[in-house]
């Protein structure tokens, strides 16, 4: 390769400025309008630490229009005076992988009825603790709203389903985000308003993260009751490995930004480099040819 020397505003020393121009600024404005250039968002994948928190509330639609239900709040069972049925529930959650991290809940609810009722339909809120741990940490009370109806009175509903994390906005990289850390239903108020599922659940979308019930399939509603036999409820609920959507972080965001330019830029250097040889060695711009220097050698 043949050194070559030229003037500081000479043509070639034009050249040159204007070649490292067209090297490294093209890339930086193609990474940019390819929309790669900084990451806005960011995901990864993290199996949540849930837990159920046994705390119900169900109603039971009956025919004729009427309703009977429970919860495991006391001032709601106060209101629901004679429509109030005492059940009997029964939940265990299970680690089949032996993690430490629960993956599913099996719930059971026998609810006693009178000899004149059938269940035609039902509502049931069951409230769980929530959390991520992997980026930042998100602690938050939450709900999965089971409801299905049944064209003949039956005597058991059963569904099965995965309690999903629904975002609105990504979460941050890093930090503690405990903003829905407060419970679902506020179970101190003796007012009904508050114990009603239409105004739970509207409060409860208003959140910007939530979970919601993601059945597999439709519930399975199985027919024929005796008059002293219980309906029964059967639920089971998995808790999946969800992806968890983020803001990155500065550092994230220059890493990735830098990984993008880089790429293009091989390329330019590359393309630069032709040009000057070419420029060079066929003299279209002037300059001096510089031998290299002869090595001094010593006796």
């Not at 009825?113 to 269940?119: A, D, G, W």
């Not at 089971?146 to 569904?159: D, E, G, K, N, Y």
Request: with cysteine; net charge neutral.
């Amino acid at each position: 390769r043949r050194l070559c020397r030229a003037g500081v505003c000479s043509r070639a020393a034009l050249a040159l400025a204007l070649l490292a121009a067209l090297t490294y600024l093209p890339p930086l404005l193609a990474a940019y309008r390819s929309h790669g250039l900084w990451l806005k968002r960011s995901s990864y994948a993290e199996q949540p630490s849930v837990r159920f928190r046994h705390e119900a509330l169900l109603v039971g639609l009956t025919e004729g229009g009427g309703s009977v239900g429970w919860s495991t709040f006391p001032a709601c069972n106060r209101l629901l005076g004679a429509r109030l049925r005492l059940p009997l529930v029964s939940a265990r959650e299970e680690d089949m992988n032996q993690d430490g991290v629960m993956d599913r809940l099996h719930f059971r609810l026998e609810l006693p009825l009178q000899s004149t009722e059938q269940i035609l339909g039902v509502q049931l809120i069951l409230t769980f603790t929530y959390e991520l741990h992997r980026m930042s940490t998100l602690v938050m009370q939450s709900l999965a709203f089971l409801q299905s109806f049944s064209p003949v009175p039956a005597s058991r509903v059963i569904l099965n389903g995965d309690l999903k994390l629904h975002q609105r906005q990504p979460l941050g990289h890093s930090g503690l985000d405990s903003r829905y850390n407060v419970s679902v239903i506020n179970s101190s108020s003796p007012f009904a308003q508050d114990y009603d599922l239409e105004n739970i659940v509207a409060a409860y979308e208003e959140r910007n993260v939530t979970t919601v019930l993601s059945a597999d399939s439709s519930p399975i509603w199985v027919v024929g009751r005796a008059p002293s036999d219980p309906f029964v409820i059967q639920a089971t609920i998995r808790y999946p490995v969800e992806l968890i959507v983020y803001q990155p972080g500065f550092w994230e965001m220059i890493k990735f930004a830098w990984i993008q330019y880089v790429c293009l830029l091989l390329i330019f250097l590359w393309i630069c480099e032709r040009i000057k040889t070419f420029l060079f060695q066929n003299q279209v711009l002037d300059a001096v040819p510089v031998s290299p220097a002869s090595p001094i050698l010593s006796n």
